[in-house]
């Protein structure tokens, strides 16, 4: 489909930089004039600059699909992952859903299966997923905006934070350290994510099992503060056995494919996974 080919123009762009005619036409396995079509529509969209033979990606929306690459990678564990929270969830209660890409797959699972909830986060996306059903009261916090990650966060977001509490919260994160810490690569969400854990009755992290022993910059919290860890099967024994040391109650997701791989780096990334 045309729309298929673009989305894969876009991001073929957007991991490799300037990018001649034919060798887009190959990775897509289109014809040249098939390409020089696409790359005509996307320049009128204000996706692409075109070159003479060639075309990158406009600066404006590379944040844009840097956020899709990361939302769409390792998917299969991150719906497995939100299948398993979702099981988690009580009518009538108010949770947060943080900015992570795999708790966004948990709001997209309570959008197939509606239950009453009270919802409030700082993502766009959750927003976008809760605004049509009736059930859900769904509250986005107010804050500076992060292109990048589609969330909210800032001083006013954690003034916001301080006066509210919530059954349940669910985390995601970029990095789950060496150390048993939780980490992001931005300040502010590192700052939010914090407040966030002081204020929930019920913590729930949402990480795949190829975010263990990564590192990020900002420190959010210990894992001993997270009341259950819902990560997927292919997670290493040995973090199994810490997790068990630590007391961190942990329920793994089946997969059908192989261990999570394709990660992008989170020092200096764009945010929670």
Not at 46 to 65: D, F, L, N, Q
Not at 172 to 191: F, H, M, Y
């Amino acid at each position: 489909m045309a729309s298929d080919r673009l989305t894969q123009i876009r991001r073929y762009l957007y991991l490799n930089g300037m990018t001649g005619v034919h060798e887009l036409a190959e990775k897509v396995e289109a014809s040249l004039a098939t390409i020089r079509r696409d790359l005509q529509r996307l320049e009128e969209q204000g996706v692409i600059v075109r070159t003479h033979g060639g075309a990158a990606i406009a600066s404006s929306v590379g944040m844009e699909i840097a956020f899709e690459t990361r939302e769409s990678q390792g998917l299969e564990a991150k719906r497995a992952i939100a299948d398993e929270a979702y099981g988690r969830l009580h009518p009538n209660s108010a949770i947060f859903l943080d900015a992570g890409t795999t708790v966004l797959q948990l709001a997209h699972r309570i959008h197939l299966e509606p239950i009453p909830l009270t919802v409030f986060s700082n993502n766009l996306g959750v927003v976008d997923a809760l605004i049509d059903l009736d059930c859900v009261q769904t509250v986005l916090l107010g804050g500076r905006i992060r292109a990048a990650n589609r969330s909210v966060v800032g001083p006013l977001s954690e003034q916001v934070i301080d006066g509210l509490w919530f059954d349940q919260l669910f985390l995601g994160a970029s990095a789950v350290q060496p150390d048993d810490t939780i980490a992001t690569p931005d300040i502010d969400e590192a700052r939010l994510n914090s407040a966030m854990l002081a204020r929930a009755s019920e913590r729930f992290l949402l990480v795949d099992s190829s975010k263990f022993g990564n590192h990020a910059t900002y420190r959010v919290g210990q894992l001993t503060q997270i009341t259950h860890l819902f990560t997927d099967s292919c997670l290493d024994e040995d973090w199994l056995t810490r997790l068990v040391q630590l007391n961190v109650q942990c329920s793994l997701a089946a997969l059908e494919s192989g261990p999570v791989s394709g990660g992008i780096p989170v020092t200096g990334g764009v945010g929670n996974d």
